[in-house]
């Protein structure tokens, strides 16, 4: 009961992403599944009940179970989250997580791929064979689309599913685009971008599909496109060009804000078009900027 609560207080009311929304379900399932094993007669029946002991254990067997340090974090914050809600809610007199310390998380460089080999394969559609990555019908065209959209503005993968074609403003060229706490921000579009999206859009109508969705990416027939499209598409494409485990539109977010500040960008203005809250999350960019500086000197400078 308290957990539907809760899921539809961020669903409606904080209007939280459908993929966090998932996340935060999961997270506290598999919380509560800890507490009260299948089989067994309920040890709570209450949040009040549950105590930092509880957390900390379920912390203990994440972490004998090779979960790593970032995922136990967003375990916690998700309990953080769900235990301020009942405070305010008035069912629990005390927040257990506030006596929760979380694991350290080692810091690691966004993963990036090769903008070179993403601009060739978007530019020239081409891969090693000489075939055509992307094929020139509604589907091949919407992949397209896919890839140089993400590229092209750093979207998330929440915020791409959910544009509607009247977010696209071609007087402007710009995309207007709807990001975490539902704030909104303006992102411009280049040029090729502008025209590919007026391709998918003839392409689109010639279709016919019967249910008119609203939204700018739809599925082969026609349906709202869905995350998981998203995200195999990019996986699909990016093997083009790297063997890289993470093959994700993350990435692509990654590649975006890499390029920008490798070409000069100011931080600040990266910090808007990603939509990051402060500055501090768009710094870590410019890490991957000194290891990049790094390399050079050490393929350039006789003494490196």
Partial sequence: MFLDRFIQYIRHEKRYSPHTV????????????????PGTTP????????????????????????????????????????????????????NPTSRINAPKVPKSLPTVVDGVKLTGMLDGGMDTGDIPVFADDFAGVRDKLIIEMLFGT???????????????????????VLGKRNKQRII?????????????????KSENFNNNSLM????????????????????KYLSHISTQDKKSPHVL??????????????L?????????????????????????????YKQAHPKA
């Fill in 253 to 266: 977010r990654h590649t975006f804000a890499t390029s920008l500040l490798n070409g000069g960008a100011d």
């Fill in 188 to 204: 411009p579009l280049n040029t090729e971008l502008v025209l590919l999206l007026k391709r998918y859009l003839e392409l689109k």
């Fill in 43 to 94: 040890q709570v029946t209450h949040p009040s009940e549950i105590t930092h002991h509880d957390i900390r254990n379920w912390m203990v067997l994440l972490m004998d179970n090779q979960l790593l340090a970032r995922s136990v974090n967003r375990k916690i914050a998700t309990l953080r989250k769900y235990f301020k809600f009942l405070l305010q809610e008035g069912e629990v007199t005390a």
């Fill in 216 to 235: 700018l990416l739809v599925t082969n027939k026609g349906a709202d496109a869905y995350p998981k499209l998203i995200y195999l598409t990019v996986q």
């Fill in 268 to 296: 600040n203005a990266i910090k808007e078009l990603l939509g990051h809250a402060n500055l501090s999350a768009t710094q870590i960019y410019t890490h991957n900027s000194v290891e990049r500086l790094k390399s050079i």
């Fill in 154 to 176: 750093g979207m998330r993968l929440a915020e791409i599913t959910g544009l509607k074609e009247a977010d696209i403003n071609f007087y402007e060229s710009t995309v207007k």
């Fill in 22 to 37: 998932s996340a935060y379900e999961s997270d506290l399932e598999q919380f509560m599944l800890f507490l009260n094993p």
